[in-house]
């Protein structure tokens, strides 16, 4: 069993920017792992995915303004979250991509001020 525990949500104005953390009990070193979102009403969405060698792809919509990143040392990963707008508003969720269903975090609030 493994488990993942977000951090670094927040209360932004549009415009600015959060880092968030996921941090894994065990080895994820040779594991993918995403960031996806859910805003109240909507389904989950992908946000952004990091392959075990670090290849990376994003949504649309956060493109050029977001950036997923992994230390494996840490067993963590990162999105940091520039140009934020209040349609980032929701909640976010990493997932880590082992076994048939993979692994999800409880979810850090992150709420975007217009």
């Known amino acids: 069993q493994v488990q993942l525990v977000e951090s670094g949500g927040d209360l932004v104005q549009t415009g600015g920017s959060l880092r968030l953390s996921c941090e894994a009990s065990?080895?994820?070193?040779?594991?993918?792992m995403a960031w996806y979102r859910q805003a109240p009403g909507k389904q989950r969405e992908l946000v952004a995915a990091?392959?075990?060698?670090?290849?990376?792809n994003y949504a649309d919509s956060v493109k050029g303004r977001f950036t997923i990143s992994r230390d494996n040392a840490k067993n963590t990963v990162y999105l940091q979250m520039n140009s934020l707008k209040p349609e980032d508003t929701a909640i976010y969720f990493c997932?880590?991509?082992?076994?048939?269903?993979?692994?999800w975090g409880q979810g850090t609030q992150v709420t975007v001020s217009s």
């Open positions: 997932k880590l991509y082992r076994g048939y269903a993979g692994y």
């Open positions: 065990g080895i994820i070193s040779i594991y993918a």
């Open positions: 990091i392959s075990s060698s670090s290849y990376t």
